[in-house]
Each structure stands twice: as structure tokens, then as C-alpha cells.
């Protein structure tokens, strides 16, 4: 009765709309990511517009974007050592000062005109390096504020957040740079990073369990043995990887569309990227008002009516229709990697949890800027519409493979919380009444945490592997 009753409160699906907001220290937790969000679309503006400003080419300013996002791909699973060691509230607060220094660096440059090319890349770098240890600690911290039930609405409000910042930031950073130029620009970003510690420093953060220090490859190696023993996680790391390859390129494809294929030109594209992020928008706040996280066949077709979206808008030829198809996507996308984050999260065992969202973010963040050239190179040769609708049929295809070969994936999640033995509903019999061979405090005591394994026949991951 005592393991049935420790368990209930987990598997109590939630019934509170808008339930993550009921968590005073998540409240503070995403006032701080909204004012961050805000100084980072204003930064990545701003870093855009000095690298055009000094060499007048597109290839630079695209080398920028590239320099900011492959620290994560390279270095993701280090800083998920970072949020599995140490204070998730202290490891932010310490990113969102780090943050603010090439922002600082860059203005202190910009206004004393000794900025270059090679100091802006640099500062990008410097932000992606920092970007390794933020990003699977805000990931991660989440489920540490407002629990299993409410998870999905937390993410929900995390993503709405960021598509908020997504029209503030690069609002504010046109009007700054147009009165003042690009230094007042970063100066305002850095103001955003330490408004956003104030927020920080108010939250009651999430205490880590102290745990043995162990290497450093050893603790790589632990998550990646994880991940591989664990199909479903494996699958759903995949899963993100393939789509934001493949289906999560309309910045380098859409401008070709309103410029090749639809002649619209500048303000067509303005507009189709608009209904873009409404429809993103919509679907975070429409996730946030549910009471219960999505299942796991709706979250399958999600995926398929997103790649159907994504054939349709590389056949339209109206800008009505495209608009349309094209806030479609976004809602496809923001609840396709709303459920995945979920379900990832929900399954990861809590002390590799930080580790595996670091993948998760390799999957999403890293491999964005192959994403970008891949669709690019594509589209040079056979057109935007073929490169999109390519796109579209690898990634509904390989969500189909999933679907067929591995179905747990689309299950309904596990009712238990991970690192908990499976099952441990039975009695245990009395200390007294240990075997041979084992003493009563290792028999009184819960078996070492596992890794969970979703597949039938595959012996359970040994501790230490």
C-alpha cells in the first residue's frame, strides 16, 4: 500500500489548466527565460546586422548563425554533466552572466568603432559555448519546478515564450539599431541577461542529490549507453534529429518560395513567416490550456499531418493557401517536439536526465545549421519545392519506420517515474527474512537505479554501464 500510495500522486494525470503556473518558482523561472529570450533574438540581430554592416555578403552572416549553434553540436553531452552535478538555478544564473559578456564585448567594440568580422564570429562562438551548458539545464529544470503532471504545460509555456521573444526581440532590435545603431542594441541585450538573473536569484530551485564524482568520459559514456539500451529514447532523439533536418528549414527555403515561386517578394515573405510563428504560437498556448499531456497515436499523425503540410505548401501556388499551409507547420512542429520533449523527459532516468536532453538539444539545436546548408545545396539544384517536399517525405517517412518497428514509441507513456524499480508494487518480505547470500539492509534497501528499457527480451542495462 505505502509503494501504491508513493506511486499515485505521479500517475494522477493533471486536471488544472494552465497547471505549471501554479508553481511559484516556475512563475519566476519563465519571467526570467521570456526577458533571456528577448536579449537573445536582440543579440542574434544585432551580431547579423554588424557581419553584413562589415563584409556586405549573405555567406558571413550565415557563418555566424553556423558558429553560434555548433558548440552545442559538439560539446552537448558535457554540459548535461554540468545540470546533472550541480544546482540547475545556480548553473542559469551563472550562463545569463555569461550571456551578457560578448554582448558587453561587442558594444564596448562597436562604439569605439574597432569592431571586425572576426570579433563578431567569435562573440557567436563564445555564446554557442555558453549556449552547451544553458540549454540542457533549462531544459532540465522544468520537470524539477512543476513535477510529471504539469510537464507538458510547462513546455508548452516555454516554447510560447520563445515565439513571443521570436516577434518582440527582433522588433526592438529594428527600432534600437535604427536610432542608434547596433551598439545600444547588444547594450540592451546584456540589460536583458542580468534582468533575467534578478528572476533567477527569486526562484527556489531544485536541490541536486549529492552523487559520487565520476570521470568525465565515464559520465558521457553512462548517458550514451543509456540512450542506446533505451529504444524509445534512442527513437525519439532520432526522430527530432531527422525532422530538424529535414522538415525545419523554412528560414532557408521559404525565402525562395516568396521570391521564385510565389513572387511575392520581401513583404509576401514577411507575411508567410508571420502566419508561421502564429501558428506556433497558437499551438504552445493551446498545449498550455490542456489538462492532459497528448497520446501518444495523436502525437504519430501530428507528425504526419506536419509532413503532409509541409508537401502541400512545395505545391501551392497562392499565397492564401500557403499562409495557410504554412501556420499548419507551425502548429505540426510546436506539438510534435512538445510531446517528444515530453515523453524524453518523462522516460530519462533522473540522474542522466540533464545528459539526454543535452542530445536532445544536439538533435534539435546542433544539427540546425546542416539542416540549413543541406536544404540549401538541395534547392540550388532541383528547386525550393522539390527540396521541400523532399524533406517532408524522409521526415514523415521516418516517423512511419518508427511508428511500424518500434511502437512503443507512440505508447502512452510509463505511469512510474524513472530511476524507479519496475515493478515494485509487491510487498517486500520482512529484513529478517532476507535470502542467503544477501544481508537484511541490502534487502530492506531499493534496487540500484537502472536505465529503463522499453524492449520485450532485452536484459535491463547493468548499474555502472
Known sequence: MQALRAIAPVTAPSRRRLGALHHRGYRRFLAAQSIGSVGTWMQGVAQAWLALELTHSALPVGLVVTAQNLPVLIGGPFGGLVADRFSKRRVLVLTQALFAVPAI??????????????????????????????????????????G????????????????????????????????????????????????????????????????????????????VSCVRHDRVLG??????????????NRL?????????????????????????????????????LRARPLAGSVHFWIGVIWALALIGFSA?????????????????????????????QMDAPDHLRGRVLAFYGQALTGVAPIGAAQSGLLASFVGPALAMATGAIVAGSAALFVR?????????????????ARPALRARPPASAAPPGRDAATWASPPPTQCPTHTTGRRPLRPGR
Request: glycine residues 10%.
Open 404 to 420: 511500424l518497428v518500434i511502437p512503443a514509441v507512440f505508447a502512452p507513456a510509463p505511469a512510474q517515474r524513472p530511476g524507479m
Open 148 to 223: 510529471r503532471n504539469d510537464l507538458l504545460q510547462a513546455i508548452a509555456c516555454n516554447a510560447s515564450a520563445w515565439h513571443v521573444a521570436s516577434v518582440i526581440g527582433p522588433s526592438l532590435a529594428g527600432a534600437v539599431i535604427g536610432v542608434a545603431g547596433p551598439g545600444p542594441c547588444l547594450l540592451c541585450t546584456a540589460a536583458c541577461y542580468l534582468a533575467a538573473i534578478g528572476f533567477l536569484l527569486r526562484m527556489e530551485g531544485p536541490h541536486p542529490q549529492a552523487r559520487p564524482p565520476r570521470p568525465l568520459l565515464h559520465g558521457v559514456a553512462e548517458a
Open 235 to 248: 527513437s525519439l532523439l532520432g526522430l527530432a534529429a531527422v525532422f530538424s533536418l529535414f522538415a525545419m
Open 105 to 146: 564585448g561587442l558594444f564596448a567594440l562597436a562604439v569605439t568603432r574597432s569592431v571586425s568580422y572576426p570579433t563578431v564570429v567569435a562573440a557567436a562562438a563564445l555564446w554557442g559555448c555558453v549556449q552547451v551548458i544553458d540549454l540542457p539545464s533549462r531544459q532540465a529544470v522544468a520537470i524539477d519546478l512543476v
Open 316 to 344: 501551392s501556388r497562392q499565397l492564401w493557401l500557403s499562409a495557410l499551409l504554412l501556420a499548419v507547420i507551425g502548429v505540426g512542429q510546436e506539438w510534435f517536439m512538445a510531446a517528444a520533449l515530453t515523453r524524453i
Open 252 to 288: 532557408t527555403l521559404v525565402p525562395l518560395f516568396a521570391d521564385q515561386v510565389l513572387r511575392v517578394g520581401a513583404p509576401g515573405f514577411g507575411f508567410l513567416m508571420a502566419t508561421s510563428g502564429l501558428g506556433a504560437l497558437g499551438a504552445g498556448i493551446a498545449l498550455a
